[in-house]
C-alpha cells in the first residue's frame, strides 16, 4: 500500500493539500470520480472526468473492487487519463483489489491540459468473466500532485535516497 493511501482520511477538507515528510510529495485528497460495472461489450470506457491542481505532474488513482474476487482473481485492465492532447501521463496495467490498490500516471512533468477523463480498458480475460455471469464492479477515486522537485543535477524520483530523504548529486566521470 502506498503512503499516499494510507494517509488519505486524516483531513477531512476535500481539496486540502498534503505533503509528505522528507519526500516532498504533495498532493490533494482523494475525490470520487466514478464507479463502474463493466459489460461484455465495454472497450475503453470513461470512468469520469477529473481535473488536476495547478502545476500537478501526477495523478494517483485508487481503484476498489466492489465485486467479489473469488474463486479467481481478476486480470489488469488499463487505466489512462486522457486530455485534448491524448494520454499525457501514460498509461499504466491495473489489477482490481477488493482492499484497494494505488495507480500512479505520471512522466514527471504537467500534462498541458489540467483537466481530462479517467478511463479503464478491461482486458478480454475480464470479459470473458463477465460474458459468463460475473459481473466486475470497480469504484475510481482520483488525488493530484507534484512528485518532481529536487535541484538540477540532482537524481528525483529515484530508488536510492540519502538517509536524510535529500536527492542524491549525479557525479559525471570523465575517464578520457
Known sequence: MSSQSRQRESDSSPNSAR???GRGLRFTDWSVVGTRT???DDLTEVVG???MDQDADTLWTRITLLSPATPWPWSYGILGFKTTNGYELGSVKAYPEVDSEVFRLGIGR???ERS???TFE???FNLAWIRNGYPMSLKFECASGI???GSLGAVVNSFVDSSDGAPLQL???DFS
Do not use: E, M, N, Y
Open 19 to 21: 505533503r509528505d515528510s
Open 38 to 40: 463493466f459489460t461484455p
Open 49 to 51: 472526468s477529473f481535473v
Open 110 to 112: 504537467p500534462p498541458s
Open 116 to 118: 481530462g477523463l479517467l
Open 122 to 124: 478491461p482486458r478480454s
Open 147 to 149: 512528485t518532481g522537485g
Open 171 to 173: 557525479v559525471q566521470i
